[in-house]
């Protein structure tokens, strides 16, 4: 995942995502691991089928942690995942491509809240 995060921090766009107080509030709130079962039920629904209807504007840009997290991992759509990631656009991601995908925003997460709580 190393590799994967420093080319995301060279991205102007990828790399100005940050968790909000309320994003915070409601992680403490929730729980990592509810958390991550939303991340799950969000990859699953929105971006593992082979064809999105609304492919690029399913994933908002506020309102989850896990939304703003997809976009600072490029995982918010299949034509990101593709771009970034390089999973076939065309076929549904296999449940390694979610895992890989679920657990790159779960690090994603828990690094954001440790530079919060340093800060």
Known sequence: MADIFDR??????????????????????????TIENHARDFIAKRIAPSYIANDGKQTPMRGHPVFIAQHATATCCRKCINKWHKFDMNVPLSQNQQEYI?????????DNLQIKRQS
């Open 8 to 33: 995301l921090s060279q991205s102007k766009f990828r790399s100005s995502f940050k968790l909000k107080q309320k994003d915070i509030e409601y992680i403490n709130q929730k729980g990592l691991e």
């Open 102 to 110: 679920v657990n790159l925003i779960m690090q994603w997460i828990k």
